[in-house]
T-cell receptor, first 115, second 114 residues
Framework: KAGVTQTPRYLIKTRGQQVTLSCSPI?????VSWYQQTPGQGLQFLFE???????NKGNFPGRFSGRQFSNSRSEMNVSTLELGDSALYLC??????????????FGSGTQLSVL | GESVGLHLPTLSVQEGDNSIINCAYS??????FIWYKQESGKGPQFIID?????DKRQGQRVTVLLNKTVKHLSLQIAATQPGDSAVYFC?????????????FGTGTRLQVFP
């Protein structure tokens, strides 16, 4: 069974631009969560989607948004990029909601650099 | 706010020795805990989990211990191998009135030397 797939693997943008990252979960998994990883802040929860609906949201500004499609694939978007948005963005999928204590399986991430 | 884990320390062990990685969590209401391993250039990889109704769980070469009294979690790796070199994160499933998500610790770097 294929794992969680994230594209692109690397991305370079400039301040003020927007970016869209893509995530394909493990087949059969219905929940997709997004995390931001930086050396200073570690792994920070962004949001979780289940059945095309956002179910949980972390403490990030509204510039960070996401969506989930009927096939459970998910995208996250960051608008008006700032230098501090440079990070590894990780997607994780699970069979059910995190609230049900499901294991998260992570992709390799998208490394975003904002110049 | 809530926090899990220690500031990123480094644990150096000799190949073949046992490793113990520790983690402190702050939310006494958390009922599910996971250990992840992250190698350079990769996403976190699930190692082992434990629910709050247990105090010990064993996997292949790994054991997780949960002490709810002092809110402490540990990961024991037996016969540590060079391939075990990575950053290890503990995570708790934090349930609050407005969110339910995994909170990760800052991680511990494990270095295995021959």
């Amino acid at each position: 069974k294929a794992g969680v797939t994230q594209t692109p693997r690397y991305l370079i943008k400039t301040r003020g631009q927007q970016v869209t990252l893509s995530c394909s979960p493990i087949s059969g998994h219905r929940s997709v969560s997004w995390y931001q990883q930086t050396p200073g802040q570690g792994l920070q929860f962004l949001f979780e989607y289940f059945s095309e609906t956002q179910r949980n949201k972390g403490n990030f500004p509204g510039r960070f948004s996401g969506r989930q499609f009927s096939n459970s694939r998910s995208e996250m978007n960051v608008s008006t990029l700032e230098l501090g948005d440079s990070a590894l963005y990780l997607c994780a999928s699970s069979l059910g909601l995190t609230a049900t204590n499901e294991k998260l399986f992570f992709g390799s991430g998208t490394q975003l650099s904002v110049l | 706010g809530e926090s899990v884990g220690l500031h990123l320390p480094t644990l150096s062990v000799q190949e073949g020795d046992n490793s113990i990685i520790n983690c402190a969590y702050s939310n006494s209401a958390s009922d599910y805990f996971i250990w992840y391993k992250q190698e350079s250039g990769k996403g976190p990889q699930f190692i082992i989990d434990i629910r709050s109704n247990m105090d010990k769980r064993q996997g292949q070469r790994v054991t997780v211990l949960l002490n709810k009294t002092v809110k402490h979690l540990s990961l024991q790796i037996a016969a540590t191998q060079p391939g075990d070199s990575a950053v290890y994160f503990c995570a708790e499933n934090m349930v609050s009135y407005n969110t339910d998500n995994l909170i990760f610790g800052t991680g511990t770097r494990l270095q295995v030397f021959p």
